[in-house]
Nanobody, 123 residues
Framework: VQLVESGGGLVQPGGSLRLSCAASGFAFSSHCMGWFRQAPGKEREGVAA???????SYTNSVKGRFTISKDNNKSTLYLQMNSLKPEDTATYYCAAGKPGLWNLLRESDYSYWGQGTQVTVAS
């Protein structure tokens, strides 16, 4: 199993980034896929997730600004991040879990994790 994130970087407040997560070694379309982030000194939190049936969940702080999507043919997960704020600064991780989760953003339900990509929002 491999999850490889890309697309992070330094962006000014109000800017946009699109993260990608290339998955391999498991049945991508049959898993719940999520984005998590961890800021320095803080616990890792769920940001957005999409289940195998297309159900989507966002944490409140990113609703209306972030959009999660996936391409099952390419086994790739995306996170479009708009109107970025300094508080979005964190390492962003891609994760895969079993489908049908009651809480799509609960970290403990995810089995496979990527290495993370850094997102820094600063002027």
């Amino acid at each position: 199993v491999q999850l490889v994130e890309s697309g992070g970087g330094l962006v000014q407040p109000g800017g946009s980034l699109r993260l990608s997560c290339a998955a391999s070694g498991f049945a991508f379309s049959s898993h719940c896929m999520g984005w998590f982030r961890q800021a320095p000194g803080k616990e890792r939190e769920g940001v957005a997730a999409v289940d195998s049936d297309g159900s989507i969940s966002y944490t409140n702080s990113v609703k209306g600004r972030f959009t999660i999507s996936k391409d099952n043919n390419k086994s790739t997960l995306y996170l479009q991040m708009n109107s970025l704020k300094p508080e979005d600064t964190a390492t962003y991780y891609c994760a895969a879990g079993k489908p049908g989760l009651w809480n799509l953003l609960r970290e403990s339900d995810y089995s496979y994790w990527g290495q993370g990509t850094q997102v820094t929002v600063a002027s």
